[in-house]
C-alpha cells in the first residue's frame, strides 16, 4: 500500500469558520508533510513532522496548526483564514525525514470566501 | 540563493521523444527528484537521481550531470495521458526539497 489519503477532497469556508483537513498514510512512514499549492505553482513546504514531533515551520501564520495525534494520522486545523489562503494543500509522507522519496496525497482543495 | 529553471510549457505529438530540461543552482546537493502532476491532482514520482548518469524506468529516463548543475527527464513513444505536468526538486544541503515551477506537457494526436 503506498497510499497516502486527505480528507476532504473539496472545502469551502468563510473566514470566521473553523475546520481541519486529515491526512493518513499506512506505510509506516515516519515523516509526514504539509505543502500549499497556489495554481500552476509548485508547492511550497508548510510544515514537516518527524516521528510525532513537529520538526520544520516554515513561519507559516499562526491561523494554520498542525498536529500529528499519531504516526499515521496528520491534521491541518484552520482557523480565521483570509481569501487568499485558497489553494490546494497536499500531504506527503516519506520512510524518514527527508529520506527516500515523497508520497503525496491526492490533496484537499480549500476556497475560502 | 536556491534557483530551479526549467521550461514553462512543451508541446509534443503522441508516440514521439520529448526531453524535459531542468538546471538547478542550490546550497548543496543530496538528490534530485523528477515528479509528475495532472491537473488538481497530487504530484506522483518518476525517479531519482543523485549520482551522474542515466536512470531508466521504462518509457522514463532521468539523466544528471553535479558538475553542470543539469538534470533531464527523458519521455519515450509519449501517449496522451502524458499531458501533464513535470516538476524537478531538488534536494539540497538543508535536506528540504526545493522544487522548480514545473513544466506543462501537451501531448498533441
Known amino acids: 500500500d503506498t497510499e497516502v489519503t486527505q480528507t476532504p477532497k473539496h472545502l469551502v469556508m468563510g473566514m470566521t469558520n473553523k475546520k481541519s483537513l486529515k491526512c493518513e498514510q499506512h506505510?509506516?512512514?515516519?515523516?509526514m508533510y504539509w505543502y500549499k499549492q497556489k495554481a500552476k505553482k509548485p508547492p511550497e513546504l508548510m510544515f514537516v513532522?518527524?516521528?510525532?514531533?513537529?520538526?520544520i515551520n516554515e513561519s507559516v501564520p499562526s491561523r494554520f496548526s498542525p498536529e500529528c495525534p499519531n504516526s499515521s494520522l496528520l491534521n491541518l486545523h484552520l482557523h480565521a483564514l483570509q481569501p487568499e489562503d485558497s489553494a490546494l494543500y497536499l500531504c506527503a509522507s516519506s520512510q524518514d525525514l527527508w529520506v527516500g522519496e515523497q508520497y503525496f496525497g491526492p490533496g484537499t482543495r480549500l476556497t475560502v470566501t | 540563493g536556491q534557483n530551479i529553471d526549467q521550461p514553462t510549457e512543451m508541446t509534443a505529438t503522441e508516440g514521439a521523444i520529448v526531453q524535459i530540461n531542468c538546471t538547478y543552482q542550490?546550497?548543496?546537493?543530496?538528490?534530485l527528484f523528477w515528479y509528475q502532476q495532472h491537473a488538481g491532482e497530487a504530484p506522483t514520482f518518476l525517479s531519482y537521481n543523485v549520482l551522474d548518469g542515466l536512470e531508466e524506468k521504462g518509457r522514463f529516463s532521468s539523466f544528471l550531470s553535479r558538475s553542470k548543475g543539469y538534470s533531464y527527464l527523458l519521455l519515450k513513444e509519449l501517449q496522451m495521458k502524458d499531458s501533464a505536468s513535470y516538476l524537478c526538486?531538488?534536494?539540497?544541503?538543508?535536506?528540504?526539497?526545493?522544487f522548480g515551477t514545473g513544466t506543462r506537457l501537451q501531448v498533441f494526436p
Open positions: 513532522y518527524s516521528y510525532e514531533k513537529l520538526s
Open positions: 506505510m509506516g512512514h515516519r515523516a
Open positions: 542550490t546550497s548543496g546537493f543530496n538528490g
Open positions: 526538486a531538488v534536494r539540497g544541503n538543508t535536506d528540504k526539497l526545493i
